[in-house]
């Protein structure tokens, strides 16, 4: 069992080391080529093109007028789209394994746990962050208003995951560069802030887990009621409390199943109703 939790943690660790080094190569050589240096591999691509986000913006855009907004390319729209349908399948991977903003701040927690460990995660009263995560659904709204009346990418201004990558460019606004500043602080507080309160892509996605087809479920029978899950968590959902996790806030990082957190073989797995009542 403990061979195969490390297996799986550096299977993930792995895919979210490589895209965050693969989005932080794009971001450089973009830089080079701005300051004079060009390089002939890999080409230059905008950031905006490998955020599936920016899909979501110009949803309103494309369906009007056939085109997309400025400075966002049809890449965006497709990663959207692949985005939407394995959430709908297996929920927001995309949050748990592939998000570079979203690792950022999952590392930058491991460090805070360490220099705050009487401090971590106990910042935030309870009541206070039931209350704080319905406002990343606000933000949603507004970015997709905002965006359909402005006709432009207006989330850029305030948007962390541009900053991380564009800082050493004068193209990042300094509303943005605050916003990430304060990710970056509270990360060390409060496991994954910019998940948990503001993502309006996060709260997109996180939408798709009250439909989703593969749940995580948690088999009553077997269960020892250790708690292992709930802590594992980084969005503090208590999966020892219920059958299927459908929790909007489930990033799908698959932390709390059985070869992970869970000590018991197939007990919290990833599968249909069907499956773990035949179990």
């Given at each position: 069992?403990?061979?195969?939790?490390?297996?799986?943690?550096?299977?993930?660790?792995?895919?979210?080391?490589?895209?965050?080094?693969?989005?932080?190569?794009?971001?450089?050589?973009?830089?080079?080529?701005?300051?004079?240096?060009?390089?002939?591999?890999?080409?230059?691509?905008?950031?905006?093109?490998?955020?599936?986000?920016?899909g979501v913006v110009t949803v309103y855009e494309f369906f009007s007028t056939g085109a997309f907004l400025p400075k966002l390319h049809s890449a965006a729209?497709?990663?959207?789209?692949?985005?939407?349908?394995?959430?709908?399948?297996?929920?927001?991977?995309?949050?748990?394994?592939?998000?570079?903003?979203?690792?950022?701040?999952?590392?930058?927690?491991?460090?805070?746990?360490?220099?705050?460990?009487?401090?971590?995660?106990?910042?935030?009263?309870?009541?206070?962050?039931?209350?704080l995560r319905h406002l990343r659904y606000g933000v949603l709204a507004l970015v997709l208003y905002q965006t359909a009346v402005a006709g432009k990418l207006i989330f850029q201004e305030v948007d962390p995951f541009y900053a991380l990558f564009n800082f050493?460019?004068?193209?990042?606004?300094?509303?943005?560069?605050?916003?990430?500043?304060?990710?970056?602080v509270l990360s060390l507080i409060v496991e994954r802030p910019w998940c948990k309160y503001l993502c309006p892509y996060g709260a997109l996605l996180g939408l798709f887990n009250l439909i989703r087809v593969f749940p995580i479920r948690r088999r009553e029978r077997?269960?020892?009621h250790c708690g292992q899950c709930d802590r594992a968590c980084p969005m503090n959902i208590k999966v020892s409390k219920t059958g299927a996790v459908r929790?909007?806030?489930?990033?799908?990082?698959?932390?709390?199943?059985?070869?992970?957190?869970c000590p018991v073989v197939d007990t919290v797995s990833i599968s249909t109703k069907e499956r773990m009542d035949a179990q």
């Amino acid at each position: 069992m403990n061979k195969m939790r490390r297996k799986t943690g550096k299977v993930r660790s792995a895919i979210q080391i490589s895209v965050f080094a693969g989005v932080m190569v794009l971001a450089l050589v973009k830089w080079l080529k701005e300051i004079g240096v060009v390089i002939p591999w890999p080409p230059e691509i905008s950031l905006h093109a490998v955020c599936p986000f920016g899909g979501v913006v110009t949803v309103y855009e494309f369906f009007s007028t056939g085109a997309f907004l400025p400075k966002l390319h049809s890449a965006a729209f497709i990663l959207m789209a692949l985005g939407l349908v394995v959430a709908f399948f297996f929920g927001p991977v995309f949050c748990g394994y592939f998000c570079p903003l979203g690792s950022y701040q999952e590392w930058l927690g491991k460090l805070g746990r360490k220099l705050f460990p009487k401090a971590y995660g106990r910042i935030i009263p309870a009541k206070a962050d039931r209350w704080l995560r319905h406002l990343r659904y606000g933000v949603l709204a507004l970015v997709l208003y905002q965006t359909a009346v402005a006709g432009k990418l207006i989330f850029q201004e305030v948007d962390p995951f541009y900053a991380l990558f564009n800082f050493m460019t004068g193209e990042v606004a300094l509303s943005a560069l605050l916003v990430l500043l304060a990710v970056t602080v509270l990360s060390l507080i409060v496991e994954r802030p910019w998940c948990k309160y503001l993502c309006p892509y996060g709260a997109l996605l996180g939408l798709f887990n009250l439909i989703r087809v593969f749940p995580i479920r948690r088999r009553e029978r077997t269960c020892t009621h250790c708690g292992q899950c709930d802590r594992a968590c980084p969005m503090n959902i208590k999966v020892s409390k219920t059958g299927a996790v459908r929790d909007p806030q489930c990033i799908s990082c698959n932390k709390c199943v059985s070869g992970n957190a869970c000590p018991v073989v197939d007990t919290v797995s990833i599968s249909t109703k069907e499956r773990m009542d035949a179990q």
